[in-house]
């Protein structure tokens, strides 16, 4: 193998120069220069990428502190209302929501005066205050009965008489307090007498005329009286009323109708919630309106946000009021802070409340920034509205790590920029990620010149060095091949050329006298010669194949009668006289032009093979019938058969199959190549199957349009 390399190399010695020279030379230094050229071009590229991060950086910072200034400036001329130094509440509820009703960007509002209450000028009632009111009836005879009344109430249980008392307190007293808590006196001892009905009307019209009394608690005695209608209704049974009026309550406490602080909106609500609740998930069959069930879902979903609100200004009202007190004492000038509480960021922004000619203030009026909106509108319209030239992953997250956005997927690289806001308001860290960076090979490569200029010259190197190691593949293959062809032509005419020279040298020194043996000498002679003429005959022709030389000369033919012939004549050898031979040759075959000379060829080839590779059973069949438009012959053996990997290789001249039972049954490896040339010129074909160990079937399909006479060079 070693020698047939040399020989290829040598032989091919011109191509191999010129593709080292032309091709693997240049390509090599135009790579090494197009892979340098894309480093430059991706520290370039890196550094644009970071000079245009930082652009966005402070971009985004610019245009968040131009949101915040404006945010500021517009609370401090709207502190310069003359409503907020009167403490006018109505005008500046009224003023905050024209103002600040419709920007998104802020959560919260809170108005804070030194020794009072914070306020929540958007989120609670227009009358903050309710005063404590303690009354007793004008005169001792009142007074009597009022304490007669209760006695007879909570103590005796006689709610009828009791009834009567509170009535003639009603009757005889101008006072719209006194009256009003009679009527609910009234109202709740009829409940307790079970005269819903009586309850109802009496209560109503507590919720219709003294819709501004309240109890002795201060709490909104409309709003107990509607609490009170609902449980008659429950009780009475009356489900229609009890889930309109429950929902009715409902929306009001959740619109703020009353003026409640946080533990009592609580409350109430929480409890009309449930009630609610547990009506429709118990009596769901009682009332087939699904209307209820959708307007309390929209309720509850409101309801959280109301909760939410409450959580946000009990936070600032506890955590913020006190350190906006502190710090705005220290200075009369407007300013941000934050804080972060039960894991949000509180982004507050406040302002002072001047005092005529004074640099002492009232009071300062503060906002809230919604997180959310900022994060997710204000951040994401400033980035989308910036021309990146490639794709980017960004995060923001706040000091303690937590991730707030995230911009397409995070990379496990680290950030190719990353930086904080002015003042740390907000306090946040963004990072930058280049979502190329991460594989650049990926990044520009696609449109970088270099890049297509190398992948070009890699597939010519590549294309050109399979062309060489195929060339030179190929003429080792060759090489084997006419090595092998001459090693058993040789051995082919060795063996009985050998044989012939002993036999006649006996002949000729008389060695043999017995008549019977010199007839077996000579008929042994004679087979040897049949075999090397046969083996003369397939060089011959493959020689004239090989040249293209070889003519073929048709002529109307009787298939049957010439197949018949051939098997007649092959058995003549004294070789294949024992050898069985089947035929099934249908009757009436149509008559074909071909060339009867090339046809002997390809059947007696094909019948060589059938007995030589069946050194088991010497048993061959040969079947010719019609088949569509075409004459198929058939040569069937029992022998060792071919393996399916090679049955592409089986036609290429000089190749022989590859088996150890078949080392012994050395041939030229022409016999088939000729079989296919012979079919080729006949335009047929020829097709084999094979099973190992069990024989193979070669088949030659004639097309039946060979029906004239003519003469073709190959």
């Known amino acids: 193998m070693l020698d047939n390399l040399k020989i290829a190399l040598k032989r091919q010695k011109k191509l191999i120069l010129i593709f080292f020279l032309f091709i693997f030379l240049p390509s090599i230094a135009l ?3 197009g892979i340098r050229s894309i480093r430059n071009e991706r520290f370039r590229y890196l550094k644009q990428l970071e000079n245009e991060q930082r652009q966005a950086a402070e971009l985004l910072e610019n245009q968040l502190q131009s949101r915040f200034e404006d945010l500021d400036l517009s609370l401090q001329n709207v502190v310069q209302n003359p409503c907020f130094k009167e403490k006018d509440y109505t005008s500046i509820i009224n003023l905050l929501s024209r103002q600040y009703n419709d920007e998104p960007i802020i959560e919260s509002v809170f108005l804070d005066y030194p020794d009072e209450e914070t306020l929540f000028p958007l989120f609670m009632p227009t009358q903050p205050f309710r005063e404590t009111t303690v009354l007793s009836p004008v005169n001792e005879s009142q007074r009597e009965r009022l304490k007669n009344a209760q006695k007879l109430e909570f103590s005796q249980n006689n709610f009828s008489r009791a009834v009567v008392l509170y009535e003639q307190i009603y009757s005889l007293s101008q006072n719209k307090e006194i009256q009003a808590r009679m009527l609910n006196n009234m109202a709740r001892c009829y409940k307790k007498l079970e005269n819903y009905d009586k309850s109802i009307r009496l209560y109503t019209q507590i919720c219709e005329e003294y819709t501004d009394s309240t109890t002795s608690a201060s709490l909104p005695l409309d709003l107990i009286a509607r609490l009170q209608i609902i449980d008659c209704y429950q009780k009475k049974g009356d489900q229609e009323k009890f889930i309109v009026r429950s929902l009715d309550l409902y929306r009001d406490l959740l619109q703020m109708e009353w003026y409640l602080n946080g533990d009592q909106f609580n409350t109430y609500s ?11 998930s118990s009596d769901e069959k009682a009332l087939d309106n699904n209307n209820y069930h959708k307007e309390f879902k929209q309720l509850k979903e409101l309801h959280q946000k109301i909760r939410k609100q409450w959580e946000i200004s009990k936070n600032i009202e506890n955590s913020i009021i006190p350190e906006l007190r502190r710090r705005l004492s220290m200075s009369s000038n407007s300013f941000h802070y934050t804080r972060p509480l039960n894991q949000n960021d509180y982004l507050i922004i406040a302002t002072t409340i001047p005092k005529d000619q004074t640099p002492e203030s009232l009071g300062f009026l503060g906002i809230k920034i919604n997180n959310q909106y900022l994060i997710h509108h204000e951040v994401n319209r400033i980035l989308n509205e910036f021309p990146f030239s490639e794709k980017i992953s960004l995060s923001i997250s706040n000091l303690s790590g937590e991730n707030l956005i995230q911009i397409g997927n995070l990379p496990s690289s680290p950030p190719t920029f990353e930086t904080y806001f002015d003042e740390n ?4 860290k963004v990072d930058f990620f280049s979502i190329e960076n991460r594989n650049f090979g990926v990044m520009n490569l696609k449109k970088s010149f270099y890049f297509w200029t190398i992948l070009t010259i890699l597939i010519l190197l590549t294309f050109g060095t399979v062309l060489v190691v195929r060339t030179v593949t190929h003429e080792m293959e060759i090489l084997r091949l006419k090595s092998d062809f001459v090693s058993s032509v040789s051995h082919e005419f060795k ?3 050998t044989a012939i020279k002993t036999l006649i040298e006996r002949l000729q020194k008389g060695k043999v006298s017995s008549l019977d043996k010199r007839k077996k000498y000579y008929s042994i002679i004679s087979k040897d010669v049949n075999k090397l003429s ?9 020689s004239k194949v090989d040249a293209q030389k070889k003519r073929y000369y048709f002529q109307k033919t009787d298939i049957g009668l010439q197949i018949k012939e051939e098997i007649a004549d092959f058995k003549k050898d004294k070789i294949y006289e024992k050898i069985k031979i089947k035929t099934h040759i249908e009757s009436n075959l149509p008559s074909l032009c071909i060339d009867r000379e090339a046809f002997s060829l390809a059947l007696s080839n094909l019948l060589e093979n059938a007995v030589k590779f069946s050194p088991d059973q010497k048993a061959v069949s040969v079947k010719a019938k019609k088949e569509g438009d075409t004459i198929r012959i058939d040569v069937t053996d029992k022998g060792l058969g071919i393996d399916p990997s090679e049955m592409d290789q ?7 199959v590859k088996n150890k039972e078949q080392k012994s049954l050395r041939g030229t490896g022409l016999g088939l190549t000729l079989v296919k040339h012979v079919m080729d010129a006949h335009e047929g074909k020829v097709q084999v199957k094979s099973q190992k160990g069990k024989g193979s079937t070669f088949s030659l399909i004639f097309p039946m349009k060979l029906n004239g006479t003519r003469s073709q060079p190959s």
Do not use: A, C, H
């Open 534 to 542: 046969s083996l003369v005959r397939n060089i011959l022709d493959y």
């Open 270 to 280: 929480s409890m009309v919630e449930k009630g609610i609740s547990d009506f429709l």
């Open 425 to 428: 308001f907000p306090p946040w």
């Open 650 to 656: 089986i036609f290429d001249k000089f190749y022989q």
């Open 31 to 33: 790579s090494i220069f």
């Open 495 to 497: 063996t009985p050329i």
